[in-house]
């Protein structure tokens, strides 16, 4: 339908099953961070209120019905990373033809939407996980295509006819990058959390995943869960940990680094940090690289006394909410929306965090924020009753204010304001 024809419209008589295509880079079975994990609960549950199609990098999903996956073009092989992007977008752009509404996440399938809604006259959403203006440190990854991802999100971003921060924190950072946009067009739709797919296992599965990768259940530990890139945070934790108390292991589930550099500076630490603990399987530091079965994630969650995000940089923060779904207590960076997850004193603990505003988010002193951290982490495992009452709120938090049953009536609302104009 052409965008004009829609003004004044709702979505239930548009059709009687509007269609809303979902572009994106990541879907399953290829999913990396938490924007994955979002289009992926997103798509099931507006499939209650909608005709949804998915389109997606990496390649066909054969079998998978009313999902798209485009390979990147061959004649790009080779070129820069945004390029590569680039070639997809185009792909999926020319293949929406049919919607009601195209829907795109991150920048990696913002420009997609934005050249759909040109070609096709449909309203192009944009779900805002991440910022390109708040990740510079990008610029080691993708070196000039950081300029070119730049350009597409603040291209895609004002052209669009709405806008979805997953949180208010994220609200106010999109209306500080991008004050040209008109506030009423930025709506605040939290992410969400599947409770029945992050639960606590049974103790026989938690001893027998934690007895497989190291982790003593005598002990006390803390876990991290995160991709090795700048906005996680990870190197300050790692200081951080070392000023624990000896008897705390230090459990990370870190993977699929942004670069080399950062991975031989998280490697560094690691190393430096088994040295100051004496060394061994007595240092208590379990380092899990690859990516696990949810059912194994949720074990080593159970395994943990405490959950830590010591991000610079979390627009809402998925894995927080995983974390209190499982029922640990979480340690958090009072930063991004964090603070609309994490209730300091109830379901965990804040940190302050004193950050430049150089778009990095680097603490403006690193040593205390570190020792704020450690100091947080041991207050926790210190109360193992008081850890788990905290761990407790937090599923109970998670539950009444993050399911994506009600997150999906909010995004269709966002939908049926985009298709009134």
């Known amino acids: 339908m052409p965008h004009d024809a829609a003004k004044g419209a709702t979505l ?46 990496d390649g066909p999903r054969p079998g998978v019905a009313d999902v798209t996956g485009y390979d990147e073009p061959a004649t790009l092989a080779g070129a820069n990373a945004a390029l590569r992007t680039l070639g997809v ?9 049919g919607a009601d509404v195209v829907h795109s996440h991150t920048w990696y399938a913002n420009m997609a939407g934005h050249l759909a809604g040109l070609l096709h006259g449909v309203p192009h959403v944009v779900t805002a996980h991440s910022l390109e203006p708040l990740r510079p440190w990008k610029a080691e990854q993708l070196g000039g295509g950081y300029a ?9 971003y004002l052209g669009a006819a709405g806008v979805v921060a997953v949180s208010a924190g994220m609200r106010a950072d999109i209306l500080r990058c991008y004050p040209e946009l008109d506030p009423a067009r930025v709506h605040v739709v939290h992410n969400g959390i599947d409770l029945d797919g992050w639960v606590r296992p049974a103790d026989d599965d938690v001893a027998r995943v934690a007895a497989a990768h190291g982790i003593d259940p005598q002990r006390p530990a803390v876990v991290f869960v995160g991709r090795i890139t700048r906005q996680k945070g990870l190197p300050h934790f790692l200081r951080a940990a070392a000023l624990l108390p000896p008897e705390v292991q230090v459990v990370l589930c870190a993977g699929a680094p942004d670069t080399p550099e950062i991975m031989a500076e998280v490697r560094g630490l690691v190393d430096d940090l088994r040295t100051v603990r004496g060394g061994g399987q ?70 302050p965090i004193e950050q430049v505003t150089d778009g990095t988010g680097t603490p403006v002193d690193p040593a205390r924020y570190e020792q704020d951290l450690a100091d947080a982490l041991t207050a926790v495992v210190a109360d193992p009753g008081r850890a788990a009452a905290m761990g407790a709120a937090g599923r109970r938090r998670a539950a009444d204010h993050f399911a994506w049953a009600a997150i999906a009536e909010r995004t269709m609302d966002v939908y049926a304001a985009v298709l009134r104009g």
Not at 320 to 343: F, K, Q, R, Y
């Open 282 to 351: 007595e240092a208590g530091v379990v380092w899990i690289e690859q990516m696990l079965p949810r059912p194994d994630l949720c074990a080593v969650l159970a395994a943990s006394t405490v959950f830590v995000c010591p991000s610079v940089y979390e627009p809402l923060g998925i894995v927080n909410l995983e974390a209190m779904a499982v029922g640990l207590p979480v340690v958090a960076s009072a930063t991004g929306g964090i603070p609309e997850v994490v209730d300091d004193g109830v379901t965990g603990r804040l940190v």
């Open 12 to 57: 239930t008589c548009v059709s009687t099953l509007p269609r809303i295509d979902l572009l994106t880079r990541e879907f399953p079975p290829h999913v990396y961070g938490g924007a994955g994990v979002h289009v992926a609960e997103l798509s099931a549950v507006l499939r209650a209120h909608a005709d949804v199609r998915v389109r997606c990098f």
């Open 148 to 156: 070119v991802s730049s350009w597409a999100e603040r291209t895609a």
């Open 89 to 97: 977008d185009l792909a999926m752009a020319d293949d929406v033809a």
